[in-house]
């Protein structure tokens, strides 16, 4: 699809063009940083299945796009832990020369590297996390959020399930990433007339859950949501089985659920619960050929962030290549101008906040019964369009956006 560009789009696409850069790849080579967890909660949908899918992004343009470029990749273990995320990129940006950083799936992390890019002039691309990356604490020009955000996590399924008096209890792991879920979630949840009766946090990573899931039965809510990821949310639905949660009148919700979570836990114990996801292996023929040959080196199917990784390496590496440049803003100024497309995402275009927005889905996991396959586990039940499932441009935070949108209103 190609992008579509209005007034404040061309505010800000103004003031990213007066700034000069030379139409050059510094050092002859693009340099792909990838910081991911490779031991920790988040390794299983992110780690070596990220590094795997940058690699095929840089094989895949390098056959294209990118032909007679030279790309190289470096990574590391951030350790879910921002001071040594912030000190590895720093390293890497000022010995090591590298243009761009991808991964840094938490959110911790996430709020640390966005001002170092803005600083040294890179560019960070997040295939998800907190909402505020394009919101208080974007950069545009620098940070690019590609297949989730907290929002839309919470968006999709909250507006689907919630009617003027439904009730909602958060479980809530007590970090950055929780937090926005919790956040987002009471405002969403407000805005369609349902009410969040209370919330209760618990430490990252979650040693065991028993005590608030029993707190969130005992209130009565309609819905009880796990604002958490990763194994949290995997001990999480195993617990919420084990007290009848998921067969009683209460509805179980994952706001951020993963299809190679839902295997780890299995269907018997997953069935019915409802999650949101901007990506999943069998939509059509595109991510099934994606995700097969992802499988062919990973042993499993993609994650939303591995598809995430690939996506938005490649669609960078297409903007070097069309600008003959790595200069941050030049680069993500094409991003926005160049049609995204690939076996990942549809109808996605690159708004001038940052973000990514394209096709949605809510998806109900299958009983077992109703699986064909090792990898069949999700019933689609909807396909939202991307301007109504992500937080829409007019409601940004950005003080980007909002400068652009004075600027427009004095004009």
Not at 232 to 253: C, M, W, Y
Not at 379 to 400: I, M, N, Y
């Amino acid at each position: 699809m190609t992008a579509k560009f209005g007034p404040l789009t061309l505010a800000l696409a103004a003031g990213l063009a007066a700034t000069p850069a030379a139409a050059e790849i510094s050092g002859g080579t693009v340099k792909v940083g990838v910081l991911t967890d490779m031991s920790g909660v988040y390794s299983d949908i992110t780690g070596k299945g990220s590094l795997i899918a940058a690699q095929m992004a840089i094989d895949d343009c390098l056959k294209a796009e990118c032909a007679g470029m030279k790309i190289e990749m470096v990574s590391a273990d951030h350790q879910n832990k921002a001071d040594i995320a912030s000190a590895t990129a720093r390293k890497w940006i000022d010995q090591d020369g590298v243009d761009v950083l991808a991964d840094m799936s938490n959110a911790s992390i996430q709020l640390a590297i966005a001002p170092l890019v803005k600083e040294k002039n890179r560019v960070a691309l997040f295939p998800g996390g907190t909402a505020r990356l394009t919101g208080d604490a974007c950069q545009p020009g620098h940070v690019v959020q590609w297949m989730w955000d907290t929002y839309v996590q919470v968006a999709g399924i909250a507006n689907r399930l919630t009617q003027p008096g439904t009730s909602w209890y958060l479980v809530t792991a007590d970090y950055a990433l929780g937090q926005q879920l919790e956040a987002d979630a009471k405002t969403v949840v407000g805005k369609k007339g349902g009410k969040v009766l209370g919330s209760v946090r618990h430490p990252f990573p979650a040693v065991d859950l028993s005590s608030p899931l029993l707190t969130a039965q005992g209130s009565g809510a309609d819905i009880i949501a796990l604002a958490n990821a990763g194994n949290d949310t995997v001990q999480g639905i195993k617990t919420a089985r084990e007290f009848g949660i998921t067969t009683s009148k209460q509805k179980l919700v994952a706001f951020f659920l993963t299809a190679l979570d839902v295997k780890s836990v299995g269907l018997p114990v997953a069935q019915g619960t409802l999650l949101s996801e901007g990506f999943y292996w069998d939509l059509d023929d595109g991510t099934r050929a994606f995700s097969e040959r992802f499988k062919a080196q990973n042993g499993k199917i993609p994650s939303a962030i591995h598809a995430g990784v690939y996506s938005s390496v490649l669609h960078y590496l297409k903007s070097v290549a069309a600008t003959k440049s790595d200069d941050a803003e030049t680069v993500v100024k094409k991003m926005g101008e160049l049609p995204i497309k690939d076996d990942v995402v549809r109808n996605a275009k690159l708004r001038p906040d940052g973000r990514m927005v394209h096709d949605f889905y809510v998806f109900e996991v299958k009983a077992p019964d109703a699986s064909k396959g090792e990898w069949d586990l999700y019933k689609l039940v909807a396909t939202l369009p991307g301007d109504e499932a992500f937080r829409p441009l007019s409601e940004s935070a950005c003080p980007a956006i909002i400068a652009a949108r004075g600027e427009k209103k004095a004009n």
